[in-house]
């Protein structure tokens, strides 16, 4: 009889198995690429090399790097956490950071000149900063989403972005413009694709136990201003 009564008990005390989905995808470009220019040094050719990467727009075989992917809906959390910025080789890197509200971001230098960065934004307090060579990180909370534009007042060439969702669920898409966000939660949501220079596309979805693929082509963007 106590056998069975620790069975019953047992059962119930097991917890319902959480399920959840998982999106993945490409963001592309299928209209002609621009092919853009480096940025050329300068007098920090010893510290910055002779030509540096316009990272503006990356396009590999259609592929877009550097898009933000980011899911809106009412069950998803924030999932907060530290990110980081680094100053290398006089560029940003990352070149995107994508971060949930009430996240930490850190920023330092690994380069041997000085810097300066700026931030341009307008929800959360603006970052205004002078970095020294061997200077410690600084660090400040994202409270508030918003697309933030980051600048090197020194290095005319230098910029980031800084992404700030409501919600941990965004990820920026790799080389091949393939992207994945792991765990969410069954439900119908919106999911955006922004790009700094090729714009913004969402779509409706709805997310199951399985496997969901989306792609965005920026094209669309293109042909829509085009027909105003």
């Known amino acids: 009889m106590q056998i069975i009564i620790f069975l019953v008990v047992a059962i119930f005390l097991i917890p319902e198995p959480a399920f959840s989905g998982s999106i993945k995808g490409?963001?592309?470009?299928?209209g002609k690429a621009?092919?853009?220019?480096?940025?050329?040094?300068?007098?920090y050719k010893k510290a910055c090399g002779s030509d540096i990467i316009n990272?503006?727009?990356?396009?590999?075989?259609?592929?877009?790097?550097?898009?933000?992917?980011?899911l809106r809906g009412e069950k998803l959390k924030k999932k907060s956490g530290e990110y980081k910025?680094?100053?290398?080789?006089?560029?940003?890197?990352?070149?995107v950071v994508t971060m949930p509200v009430d996240s930490e971001l850190i920023i330092h230098t690994s380069d041997p000149i000085n810097h300066n960065i700026h931030t341009y934004s307008f929800e959360n307090d603006p970052i205004n900063l002078m970095f020294l060579p061997g200077?410690?990180?600084?660090?400040?909370?994202?409270?508030?989403?918003?697309?933030i534009?980051?600048?090197?007042?020194?290095?005319?060439?230098?910029?980031?972005?800084?992404?700030?969702?409501?919600?941990?669920?965004?990820?920026?898409?790799?080389?091949?413009?393939?992207?994945?966000?792991?765990?969410?939660?069954?439900?119908?949501?919106?999911?955006?694709?922004?790009?700094?220079?090729?714009?913004?596309?969402?779509?409706?979805?709805?997310?199951?136990?399985?496997?969901?693929?989306?792609?965005?082509?920026?094209?669309?963007?293109?042909q829509e201003e085009a027909r105003r």
């Open 85 to 95: 910025l680094d100053q290398k080789k006089c560029k940003y890197e990352p070149h």
């Open 135 to 147: 200077q410690d990180a600084y660090s400040q909370e994202m409270e508030e989403a918003e697309i």
């Open 34 to 43: 621009q092919q853009l220019k480096t940025h050329k040094t300068g007098s």
């Open 149 to 222: 534009k980051v600048e090197c007042d020194l290095h005319n060439w230098m910029r980031a972005w800084i992404v700030v969702t409501p919600n941990g669920y965004s990820t920026v898409s790799k080389r091949d413009g393939s992207f994945e966000i792991h765990d969410v939660p069954p439900g119908k949501y919106e999911l955006n694709a922004w790009h700094e220079t090729l714009g913004s596309l969402t779509k409706s979805i709805i997310v199951g136990n399985d496997k969901l693929n989306i792609n965005f082509d920026f094209s669309e963007v293109i």
């Open 55 to 70: 990272e503006s727009i990356l396009i590999d075989n259609k592929g877009v790097m550097n898009s933000v992917i980011s």
């Open 26 to 30: 490409l963001t592309i470009f299928s």
